[in-house]
């Protein structure tokens, strides 16, 4: 049984400040800590999917700031397979295929805009104020679950502040979830303690992993729109730019995917929508 994890870094237990995700130099203490926990919170994870029996661990480091290169920084467990998100069209998660059982997120952060969501964004904090899919708000969790339900694997387990978790059981109510701490601003927080968290994650990652029977598959029928609505229309521009980006205002711009395969890829040079 293959179980694949994708790990952030706003939502993990035990950061509480911007500076520890976003640090610019890598040898900032405040970036160093935030590596720190990353590790001990995926480990947690790994820990659980293999007590559930997990045969194969994958884990891919999605924080965009580490640039892949987290767990060459901070150990991951041996026992997981350090994979790749390979830039292509479209976007591979190395590993992840129709064999996979289920998937799992670690740190993650609510949807932009979310009240109480501790450092919450989709995609580019401060530059993107809503994420649609077919007309619904949506944020970096339902991007991977409808990644992940197009080869036919389910969300499993989310971990994330409380606002992540509340999204998760509207959205997914399939999914579980463990609370790392709650937002009280979007900057601030209140750190639940991370041995607790720790070893919570640990325990409902393999409870969820035994609900494997009862979790669905994400899937929307094709085509998909996708819709951006940035906080400036500059930002705008580059996108509307592209064959096949439609404007329906100065800052809000939509295209259409063919599956979730696709939810990772943004209209640039290297790749415009059809239609
Ligand atoms: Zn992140």
């Given at each position: 049984m293959k179980i694949c994890v994708v790990t952030d870094m706003e939502g993990l237990a035990g950061v509480d400040a911007w500076e520890q995700c976003y640090a610019t130099d890598d040898a900032s203490p405040a970036y160093r800590h935030g590596l720190e926990q990353l590790?001990?919170?995926?480990?947690?994870?790994?820990?659980?999917?293999?007590?559930?029996?997990?045969?194969?661990?994958?884990?891919?480091?999605?924080h965009g700031r580490n640039?892949?290169?987290?767990?060459?920084?901070?150990?991951?467990?041996?026992?997981?397979?350090?994979?790749?998100l390979e830039v292509?069209?479209?976007?591979?998660?190395?590993?992840?295929d129709?064999?996979?059982?289920?998937?799992?997120m670690v740190g993650q952060h609510a949807m932009a805009g979310t009240l109480g969501g501790f450092l919450d964004h989709t995609q580019c904090p401060k530059e993107i104020c809503r994420f649609l899919i077919n007309g619904e708000e949506h944020g970096e969790m339902s991007q991977f679950a409808l990644h992940a339900g197009a080869f036919g694997v389910p969300l499993l387990h989310v971990s994330g502040d409380e606002a992540l978790c509340a999204e998760a059981r509207r959205l997914f109510p399939w999914v579980g979830t463990t609370a790392t701490k709650r937002g009280t601003g979007w900057e601030t927080c209140e750190l639940y303690p991370t041995g607790t968290v720790r070893?919570?994650?640990r325990q409902d990652v393999a409870a969820a992993?035994?609900?494997?029977?009862?979790?669905q598959v994400w899937r929307l029928p094709s085509p998909i729109e996708v819709t951006v609505e940035y906080a400036?229309?500059?930002?705008?521009?580059?996108?509307?730019?592209?064959?096949?980006?439609r404007r329906s205002h100065?800052?809000?711009?939509?295209?259409?995917?063919?599956?979730?395969?696709?939810?990772?890829?943004?209209?640039?040079?290297?790749?415009?929508?059809?239609?």
């Open positions: 590790a001990a919170d995926t480990n947690a994870a790994v820990a659980g999917c293999l007590d559930a029996g997990a045969t194969e661990v994958v884990v891919w480091d999605g640039g892949q290169r987290a767990f060459t920084r901070v150990a991951l467990d041996p026992r997981a397979k350090r994979r790749r292509g069209t479209p976007v591979r998660l190395d590993g992840l129709t064999a996979t059982a289920g998937v799992v070893a919570n994650i992993i035994k609900r494997l029977s009862q979790a400036w229309s500059a930002l705008a521009d580059r996108l509307a730019a592209v064959p096949g980006v100065a800052r809000v711009v939509s295209w259409t995917i063919p599956d979730g395969r696709w939810i990772y890829n943004w209209p640039s040079v290297d790749w415009h929508p059809v239609g």
